[in-house]
Nanobody, 118 residues
Framework: QAHIVESGGGLVQPGGSLRLSCVTG????????MGWYRQAPGKERELVAV???????NYSETAKGRFTISRDYAENTMFLQMTSLEPGDTGIYYC????????????WGQGTQVTVSS
């Protein structure tokens, strides 16, 4: 299991912004598709945004236009810049590192809580 650490969650008012960070080891970070997933209370974990090593990205419909995923290879860190936050964005945000080619793996962080409420 890789060491993955998320940070940046918190309580924010509707319309506010947050930036989440995810740090992992250099080797894992360099060869993995990295992504953010959200689990809202009582719901299944769902994709928010992913970024491949090529730079290709994929966003959920609710994240498009409001959230931006990015990677800093010098710091082995992935970011999720979230703007115009809504109460529906509330949940635990998990960082994921996966690889579909050998060596195969699918690693998760412990999650960081984001609460959007007035």
């Amino acid at each position: 299991q890789a060491h993955i650490v998320e940070s940046g969650g918190g309580l924010v008012q509707p319309g506010g912004s947050l930036r989440l960070s995810c740090v992992t080891g250099r080797t894992i970070f360099g060869i993995s598709t990295m992504g953010w997933y959200r689990q809202a209370p009582g719901k299944e974990r769902e994709l928010v945004a992913v970024m491949a090593t090529t730079g290709a990205t994929n966003y959920s419909e609710t994240a498009k236009g409001r959230f931006t995923i990015s990677r800093d290879y010098a710091e082995n860190t992935m970011f999720l810049q979230m703007t115009s936050l809504e109460p529906g964005d509330t949940g635990i945000y998990y960082c994921n590192a996966r690889r579909k080619d050998f060596p195969y793996y699918n690693y998760w962080g412990q999650g960081t809580q984001v609460t959007v409420s007035s």
